[in-house]
């Protein structure tokens, strides 16, 4: 697959995008585009991630707040966590164990805690860890390495576009996994009608904080490499949603509530026939 590090070459990758860090450094990003794989990725990586990540608006890695974007991905996030619990449930009745890798605050693992399921979680941010330690009984670890034993169901929300070392990762994820257990990997998919409609806009390039840039297909390579399988592949509505309203104040520096409903809800009717929705959940297993 592409590597992050190696000089790029206009003969190996294509240039398609330049995109701007809005959130933090208001640098300038490239992305390339790996025609085999069906993906794209982020240039030039920054030797140093972590001050990209040092932001109140980041909020994965924060507590409450009180904007209407933050009420908005609440809201979201809520919604969400029932489905997320359904899927698991649907996927692998009888699983009991969930390893979250990624597991900022922490709030997903204190929801399926109270739906009698036994957490673990990873997290490398110390803030973010520290306040999801105190939901969770100090469960969360810095690294799965730290980890020794095997789970029914792994999940990333929102996880592997940010991972330097991918192949890496699923390795370590397969030896993680149970026999009879599931990963549920979501990403943003760079395929979807709201990430074409806004382009460089598109809030969830999120450069330079993600890396890589998935397809479907591009999903299906990486984890089929390691023995695993795409069994299912689902949609997160809401998502197109919360983009398209941070794409909104990219694009025009005003947080326009009505395009952003409007976009996104045209992202998902679209996706409908074409499966391609802003962010897609993919039920991987042996």
């Known amino acids: 697959m592409p590597d992050l590090y190696s000089p790029l070459s206009e003969n190996l990758l294509k240039k398609v995008l330049s995109v701007k860090d809005y959130l933090v450094s208001q ?7 790996d025609e085999d794989w069906d993906m794209m990725l982020t240039y030039p990586v920054p ?10 608006n980041y909020k994965p890695h924060q507590p409450k707040k009180k904007t209407v974007f933050d009420y908005v991905y609440r809201f979201i996030r809520q919604r969400n966590y029932a489905y997320k619990r359904n899927l698991i449930k649907a996927f692998h009745p009888k699983a009991q ?9 922490g709030e997903f693992l204190a929801y399926l805690s109270q739906n009698t399921f036994e957490v673990s979680g990873v997290e490398p941010n110390n803030k973010a860890r520290q306040y999801a330690n105190k939901l969770l009984e100090n469960n969360v ?26 192949e890496e990762l699923v390795v370590k994820l397969r ?13 943003p998919n760079f395929k979807s009608y709201d990430a074409r409609y806004y382009k460089k806009y598109w809030g969830a390039y999120d450069v330079p904080r993600h890396l890589w840039h998935f397809s479907p297909l591009a999903i299906e390579k990486l984890f089929y490499k390691h023995g695993l399988t795409v069994l299912a592949q689902k949609p997160l509505f809401f998502d197109s949603f919360y983009v398209s309203l941070l794409s909104e104040q990219y694009k025009t520096g005003h947080k326009r509530l009505l395009p952003a409903f409007w976009t ?4 998902n009717i679209k996706a409908r026939r074409s499966g391609q929705y802003s962010s897609l959940i993919y039920v991987i297993g042996r």
């Open 47 to 56: 030797k140093d991630l972590a001050p990209y990540y040092q932001s109140e």
């Open 97 to 105: 164990s969930v390893l979250d890798y990624g597991t900022a605050t």
């Open 264 to 267: 996104g809800l045209k992202s």
């Open 27 to 33: 640098e300038d990003f490239d992305l390339y585009y």
């Open 175 to 187: 030896q993680h996994l149970k026999p009879d257990g599931i990963i549920l990997v979501a990403v």
């Open 141 to 166: 670890r810095v690294s799965i390495d730290e980890i020794d034993k095997k789970f029914d169901v792994i999940t990333l929300w929102h996880v592997l576009e940010h991972i330097k070392n991918l």
